[in-house]
């Protein structure tokens, strides 16, 4: 069985709209995170959630909306997608603060 | 800030050589380091982690040690081969709530 599980895990769409990418942990963890990985490979994180509640938001713009409706899910919900959103995004969890990462195999964002 | 510089690559190696990736560090306490690997078209996977001073991680062949003297934790093993083709990053975490990666240093291993 899969940890860390997102879908979708290729998505391609064009400027303008709205899309969702889901995520779901079975680990039994308390936090979760979301880190995007751009065109030169380079990764940081963009939000993280422990208990529901967020933690970590690193001036990610306004149109990216994390929701998390328990602690096994965390979805992220981009608005008015644009070129530069183009990336692939890691859905990750821990058991707590300060514990091991593991991540989920990617959501592949195409923005045409 | 918390910072990871990691050697530019590609790295290209002959199969059974040896390899070495440098990752050096910057940091105000004690973090735990971590080194991540990526396979083309696939995820992150969790390759090997150290949490103290001269503690060594190890994995599928692949170790690395913690040395806070130099902060740095390279990447080493005695003998690739083809299927260790992939992006390896260097990571760390200082008990926040993040992990701070390196850019990631791209491998190329040929028969």
């Known amino acids: 069985d899969t940890a860390v599980s997102q879908t979708p895990k290729y998505l391609v769409t064009q400027m303008g709209n709205d899309k969702s990418i889901k995520c779901e942990q079975n680990?039994?963890?308390?936090?979760m995170y979301w880190y995007k990985q751009d065109s030169k490979k380079f990764l940081k994180i963009m939000f993280s959630y422990n208990n529901k509640e967020l933690i970590i938001n690193e001036t990610v713009p306004n149109r990216f909306s994390p929701k998390s409706p328990d602690k096994a899910h965390l979805n992220l919900h981009i608005n008015s997608l644009e070129l530069g959103d183009s990336a692939v995004y890691f859905c990750?969890?821990?058991?707590?603060?300060?514990?091991?990462?593991?991540f989920g195999e990617g959501s592949w964002l195409t923005v045409v | 800030g918390d910072s990871v510089t990691q050697m530019e690559g590609p790295v290209t190696l002959s199969e059974e050589a040896f390899l070495t990736i440098n990752c050096t560090y910057t940091?105000?306490?004690?973090?735990?380091l971590f080194w991540y690997v990526q396979y083309p078209g696939e995820g992150l996977q969790l390759l090997l982690k150290a949490t103290k001073a001269d503690d060594k991680g190890s994995n599928k062949g692949f170790e690395a040690t913690y040395r806070k003297e130099t902060t740095s934790f390279h990447l080493e093993k005695g003998s690739v081969q083809v299927s260790d083709s992939a992006v390896y990053f260097c990571a760390l975490s200082e008990n926040t709530d993040k992990l701070i990666f390196g850019t990631g240093t791209r491998l190329q291993v040929f028969p």
């Open positions: 680990l039994g963890h308390d936090t």
């Open positions: 990750a969890s821990s058991q707590a603060q300060g514990y091991t990462i593991y």
């Open positions: 940091a105000t306490g004690y973090p735990s």
